[in-house]
């Protein structure tokens, strides 16, 4: 097993600082005090805590990513697929939602390297959803005629329920269900 890279250490420590004083209280120099660096070590890799803080929601990311991707691999229908995704995603928000209590800070979230980030993840996010509908569709589970505009629909059902779930300490995956029941078969009677 390979050593961290330097700028991946710094990314490790941020990280429990982070989640530790909050993003407005975090600073570099706590940062290289709990590597026990100089703050020049630290400015070498990184210009400022925003991005230092934008590296470490690419690691959270790309972990989440990892883990979707993993499950997703061990289902055999779309549907499962979805179920899954949909669950590992909301479980993973509420997990890192109360890691970082800045993300729960409004002023944070109008910050523009945020906004950046959170396009690119939103946009991979669809991809996703779409592709998992697109395999739906050929497998006859889905019926679908517009996959792109279905996978929009259920991420913006998603983003809207965040915040309700993560304020909610009720069982998430009893919701997740009910809300994906509604999803397949509709809430119109026949």
Known sequence: MRRPTLKEHIIQISRDVFSKLGFQKASVEEIARSMRKKKSSIYYHFKSKEEIFEAVLEYEANILRQEIMKKLLEQK???????IYVKSR?????????????????????MPFIEKLRKRFDEEEIGIIRNILVEGMV??????????LAAIAIFTAMKGLEIPFMQDNEDMDDKITYLMDILFYGIKSK
């Open 77 to 83: 229908s779309a549907s499962d697929k979805l179920l």
């Open 139 to 148: 497998t006859k589970e889905f019926q679908l005629t517009r996959p792109d």
């Open 90 to 110: 909301m479980l993973y928000i509420k997990k890192l939602i109360n890691f970082y209590n800045a993300l729960k800070d409004d002023y944070f979230n109008r």
